[in-house]
């Protein structure tokens, strides 16, 4: 679904991403991690080409992501991604937030945007919250509205950027919960976190990250009981 082939990506003279080589299947969920600054958030990103990389060939469901002829609307609209900090429309209802893209994007009926709108709010467990205001929301409903509209979207991949980095401690579980449930119906994943007991129970591959570079990728229990690399040995033991 995912193929990064010798991706490499400069922001100017600074080498971001080194020699990327990464391939990720349909339905696989690998969780990114790495200290801060090591690339996570710019591997992500141009997945969907946010970001554009600089050589190297990055394909997505077969499509070259950085083809001049690649229709980046298409492959935006089949990858939905979840950020740090929520990024709902402050002045919008929940449902508006969820409906407003499959209406104008999709070209979907207001009717059908808002059913599909409520079987996702559903699915994340608020549905009594479609018609409130974000700020009326905590932040763990909040994220939840935020991956309620990447999945109105329909989309084949999702991308996590850190999704519980900005919550509270008693409202990641409720995002992690919604996060495991799609995993298990078989979603594309790319989750950056620092949660390694999602990324323990839920990944199907760890891959760490340092200094834009791909250190080691591994099975998670591998991983976590024995790390080979050095640098991945000493982020672990940061984090206990
Ligand atoms: P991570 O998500 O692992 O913390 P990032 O991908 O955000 O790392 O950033 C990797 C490095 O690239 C950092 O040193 C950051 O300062 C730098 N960087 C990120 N975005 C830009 C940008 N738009 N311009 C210049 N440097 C950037
Ligand atoms: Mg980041």
Redesign the pocket.
Known sequence: MIRFQRVNKH??H?H??QDINLEIGQGEVVV?I????????????CINRL?TITDGDLTVDGVKVNDPKTDINELRRNIGMVFQHFNLYPHKKVIQNITLAPVKVLGVSEEEARRTAMHYLEKVGIPDKAESFPSQLSGGQQQRVAIARGLAMKPKIMLF??PTSALDPEMIGEVLDVMKALAKEGMTMVV?THEMGFAREVADRVVF?DQ?KILEEAAPAAFFENPREERAQLFLSRLI
Not at 34 to 45: D, E, F, M
């Open positions: 922001f100017g600074f971001v991403l990114v790495g200290p801060s600054g090591s690339g996570k958030s710019t591997l992500l990103r970001e950027d850190e950056v990250m834009g």
